[in-house]
């Protein structure tokens, strides 16, 4: 089929297919010579020569992904870089048997490109890195550059990407503004805050920027971000995971800039050292916030009651829009901050009044979370996840009363259980009657305490032998 259309062809999306070999990519070149956008990505490919002849036939390619595919090769980036002089979207990440020799050629060469992926590419650990990243630096649509995983970058040579390789002006005005508005920094052992440093004042454009550190942490620091920060914003995403050193000071500087207004999604799991008192000030300032990530960190309940005063001004000033917390792992969490926000739940809800209806789980999609209710969606510790979902289910489908008796349950749960010797003998069975018929139907969990089990009935002929 793929082979009588192939004229026609223009969209070619073949990611993960394992029956995919090298003969196919021979019969395809023959055929599509047309395509605009080719996905390979994942297929057990080994021949690079069936590659480079499918891609030398198809010259109004813009958008391209062979991550993962070891038939990339040195030889594979020279026809592309010959053939495709207007690719735009390039994700080589993953390839082993690309070195710095085939990068260097397509950087040099595709200059339309305004994306570019190298994931745990091994073609910047070589004594050419610094000529790549001049030919980076070269490219005037460069938007979108992902260098997660390259554990071999190192500052002096991110340097010649971001500064040049010429000393720094006197001026701060006259350095070059690159055009980048997203960059992925993740998981790269040998950056420090020099790199953050020479990011402030080059990219004024930049809206999304992640620096998760690796399993020991990363090297930045709160001076660090003290300097890039107030050079950022339009900062819309922000991912600091596995950053152990940073502190309340970056949050409470974050807070205080005008980059707050514009911030969506702040990703801060596994920052060991933050705590209430700045994760209050974000959701104090950060008007737009839709998605928070804290677990692992040392966030409490303060943060879960203040949550909701963040929804509810939002909802009297614009369109309803929620907010995503996940929180779970985190010790300083107690059972009152989870009440908090089941009670504040149902108050934002029924101000809100609106009809019942059925709950919608496309509401809540990644890290963009825009229900249509002002809802805070909590993901907390798993023994009490159920029963959280089941409470929002509720309040979405506006079954005021059902949501009410389940926080009553679960408030009344944890207030026996806290008590010494309470519930005695019954404390199993009292907690699968508030916990374990949550995900049971939407009519076992209707009192937010279960269902009475039902008297079995058999009538006198409903065992036959047969």
């Not at 002096?156 to 720094?168: E, H, M, Q």
């Amino acid at each position: 089929m793929l082979v009588s259309a192939g004229p026609f062809l223009r969209h070619l999306n073949l990611r993960g297919c394992a029956q995919l070999g090298s003969n196919d990519l021979f019969c395809l070149a023959t055929r599509t010579t047309n395509l605009v956008t080719l996905s390979l990505e994942g297929c057990p490919i080994l021949d690079s020569s069936s590659l480079a002849s499918l891609l030398s036939r198809n010259l109004h390619l813009r958008t391209l992904d062979v991550s993962g595919l070891k038939a990339m090769t040195d030889e594979v980036a020279s026809e592309l870089s010959l053939y495709c002089k207007n690719l735009e979207v390039l994700d080589v990440g993953w390839c082993t048997n690309l070195s710095e020799v085939g990068l260097l050629e397509i950087v040099w060469f595709c200059t339309q490109l305004t994306q570019l992926r190298l994931c745990e590419s091994s073609a910047l650990h070589g004594q050419r890195s610094q000529e790549i990243m001049l030919g980076l630096r070269a490219l005037r649509g460069l938007k979108v550059l992902v260098l997660s995983g390259c554990r071999d970058l190192t500052d002096d040579v991110l340097r010649f990407y971001l500064r040049g390789p010429l000393a720094d002006p006197v001026d701060p005005s006259e350095l070059k503004k690159l055009p980048l508005r997203q960059i992925n920094l993740s998981r790269i052992p040998h950056l420090t805050d020099a790199t953050l440093r020479n990011l402030a004042g080059v990219v004024p454009h930049l809206q999304r920027l992640e620096l998760a550190g690796s399993a020991n942490g990363a090297a930045f620091t709160n001076a660090g971000f003290a300097a890039l920060l107030p050079h950022t914003p339009k900062l819309t995403h922000l991912d600091l995971e596995d950053n152990h050193l940073i502190t309340d000071a970056t949050l409470q500087l974050l807070a205080s800039l005008p980059v707050a207004k514009s911030l969506i999604h702040l990703q801060l799991s596994y920052c060991l050292e933050i705590t209430d008192g700045g994760l209050i000030r974000i959701l104090q300032s950060c008007t737009h916030l839709r998605n928070l990530e804290v677990d692992n960190t040392q966030a409490g309940d303060g943060m879960l009651m203040e949550a909701p005063r963040l929804v509810s001004r939002r909802a009297k000033s614009s369109a309803a829009v929620g907010l995503r917390i996940a929180a779970y792992d985190c010790g300083a969490i107690t059972w009152v901050g989870v009440s908090e926000i089941l009670a504040q739940n149902l108050t934002l809800t029924r101000a809100h009044n609106q009809k019942r209806r059925d709950s919608d789980p496309s509401t809540f999609q990644d890290d963009s979370y825009t229900s249509p209710l002002p809802l805070i969606r909590l993901k907390c510790t798993f023994e009490w996840q159920r029963l959280v979902d089941a409470h929002t289910r509720r309040c979405l489908r506006g079954e005021y009363a059902a949501a009410e008796q389940i926080a009553l349950g679960f408030s009344r749960w944890m207030m026996e259980e806290a008590e010494e010797g309470a519930w005695g003998g019954h404390a199993r069975r009292r907690r699968r009657r508030a916990l374990g018929l949550a995900e049971q139907g939407d009519e076992a969990f209707v009192m937010g305490v279960g269902r009475r089990r039902l008297r079995a009935f058999s009538a006198p002929s409903s065992c036959a032998v047969m």
